[in-house]
Nanobody, 126 residues
């Protein structure tokens, strides 16, 4: 079974950048859909960015142009590069993997993915 471990969360100033990493073990990320979800206090989980096995991407409107999802097959690792951060981006970010089907549909339902990471806190504040 695919297991995921995140790193790279922390505190950033508005306008700053952070990169989240998620290392997979137990199986490969190369041939499956992957993504990042976030959950802010008092809010439902939200799909932020997803990347399907065929290379199609989906980004939530709130992060389009600011965030980039990618994967490194050689390292079996996925990334979320977050630029031009805003306080509204503060949340716990979780990597997800092992999904099939249209990328937009995957990103609208965290249960589309069979494997989830433990979550990394991202705080954007002065």
């Amino acid at each position: 079974q695919l297991q995921l471990a995140e790193s790279g969360g922390g505190l950033a100033q508005p306008g700053g950048s952070l990169r989240l990493s998620c290392v997979a073990s137990g199986s490969t990320l190369e041939y499956t859909g992957i993504g990042w979800f976030r959950q802010a206090p008092g809010k439902a989980p939200e799909g932020v960015a997803c990347l399907s096995s065929d290379g199609s991407t989906y980004y939530a409107a709130a992060v389009k142009g600011r965030f980039t999802i990618s994967r490194d097959n050689a390292k079996n690792t996925m990334y979320l590069q977050m630029n031009s951060l805003l306080p509204a981006h503060t949340a716990v970010y979780s990597c997800v993997a092992d999904a099939a089907g249209p990328v937009q549909a995957q990103c609208r339902d965290r249960n589309s993915f069979s494997s989830w990471g433990q979550g990394a806190q991202v705080t954007v504040s002065t």
